[in-house]
């Protein structure tokens, strides 16, 4: 009796000084201490080198770090990819290889750039860690040891997790969701400095893998003393890489609308033309295949995301000179990824894309109506019959701007490469309990991106508005998605070319306004939504179904993924664009019979699909 009492009280002790240990003002109180304690108060300025090695590239960092307030300047030398970044207490910036100067307010990038300020700072040290509401989580153990887990939210900023080690009470991990992104950033290699301990190694995990690892090892560490606010501030920066032949004022170009999304000529490095997909969503990138042929070196192994849960892998070139009708823009850092895959979705070749760089420069106006797109210089445009301005942030590199759907206050990201009318974010439905409040719908895929098909449940939205722009009933996606673009809670939903299409839409990125101009012609293919319920893309011997709705026509009259549709009505899918069948499927009427001769392994048989409304 007495042992098994002695053994209570120890585990009771045990237990109790666990809890203490745990408790989040000690565990802070402990780091302090273990990073050298009252060494740290009089530090005001963290200057530092480091080497970089990541996701296929190596090069230099160097950062100034206020440590007073978690200011913040960095520049970056990669090889094919350089840049800047900094936060001035205000707004974050990026400088990108051209030199070109954004500030970055969209999505979460803000309350990112807080959350940054206040590590940097070490404000959980203060007696009120500054302002920050801290939890803890309790002992978590991993691979690597045992962590006291706390879970903080700066003032203004969102919540993140910090590890400090039970043994050393050093931090050794941050989590932290960025976007769509889980990213955890181990920290390690503490070494003493001036008094204090630094950490030198430094790696960052975006979830895409181990190949995709960044590290970072500190080789320089210097403590200044303060330094003056316009060591932080945004540098300023005139571009000068881009223009219109013959110093006209604008250039108008032939476009095609094709499923919603836009196809243009443009020539690379004075060859092509190629036709590019134009998409306010993505950058200028070309195919490895494009980048061979005008004889650029492809750097690096970059993990792309967007609509869908997969990576596609990319990589840099440096010196692409594009042109786009009479516009042009010189010396770029281009992303090369391999596009020519999605060739399959729409049954076009898609060697490039225009993107963010081009549309950065210039004035751009897409008229949808008349299929043109204009490139203005933005010294000489004039907006007073551009329609209804629209202020936008960037959200990265996509224009976002504030809005309604259904009178719940959102944030869109406007993208033009999006064939859909809107998708909204999984945490945005989720949190607004809309697909509870939409009764009538389909989990369906609904597009296809760089990360493969995007899914959700498919509804109609009753009230959908932009800026001050009412846009009316839309058809809406309310994604399921758990990794992606869509997966993320920084931005509210994605509105794509089945809205846009609707106006004439002019982006003035130097001033950050769009404007929407409601089209007076006749507007085809809005509102509507696949009448059949398949979804297929280009495959071998016809087009390939890759994904039936439960219950819809095309399940009950006997389709399955992995069907080739080799003709319809008696008609060879050869003479038939499989984006233009998607939009017939979409616009027939119901009742209407579409006849589609498929084959299933080596069997040849006719399938009759009766159309109906599905949502």
Known sequence: MKSKIAALAFLTATSMAALAAGAPDEILKANKTAMGGVAWDSKATLKTEASYDGQGLKGITHSLSDLKDGRTISDFDLGPFKGAEGFDGTAPWERDSSGDISEKKGGDALVVAVNDAYRTSNKWWLADHGGASIEGKGEIADANGRYDVLIITPKGGKAFEAWFDVKTHLLAKIVEQRGSQKIITQISDYRPESGVQVPHKIVIDQGAGEKYLQTLMTTKVEFLGPQPASAYAKPVFAINDFGIEGGASSATMPIKIINNHIYGEAKVNG???????????????????????????????????????????????????????????????????????????????????????????????????????????????????????????????????????????????????????????KGFSEQHGLRAKHPKGVDAVDGWGVGGPSTGYITRGAELTLGSVKVGPVVAGLSDQGKGAFSGNDFSGNVGGGVLKRFIVTFDYHNQVMYLKPRTDKIEDTGTYDRAGLWMNVGEGGYKVVAVTKGAPAEEAGLKAGDIIQSVDGKPVTGVRVGDLRKRLRNDKPGTVVIFGIKRGEATSEVKVTLRDLI
């Open 271 to 425: 060859k092509g033309p190629y036709t590019f997909i134009f998409d306010t969503g993505g950058r200028n990138i070309i195919t490895p295949a494009v980048a061979k042929e005008i004889g650029l070196k492809v750097e690096g192994s970059l993990p792309g995301q967007g609509a869908g849960e997969g990576v596609m892998e990319g990589g840099f070139s440096n010196g692409l000179n594009l042109s786009v009708g009479k516009a042009f823009v010189k010396n770029q850092l281009a992303i090369v990824f391999p596009l020519d895959k999605l060739g399959d979705i729409e049954g076009i070749p898609m060697p490039g894309m225009v993107g963010y760089e081009t549309f950065r420069r210039f004035v751009t106006r897409i008229d949808y109506g008349a299929e043109t797109l204009t490139l203005i210089d933005p010294a000489k445009f004039d907006p007073k019959d551009a329609g209804t301005p629209i202020k936008f942030e960037l959200n990265d590199h996509i224009p976002e701007v504030t809005g309604t759907f259904e009178g719940i206050p959102a944030k869109f990201d406007i993208d033009t490469g999006s064939r859909s009318e809107i998708t909204i974010t």
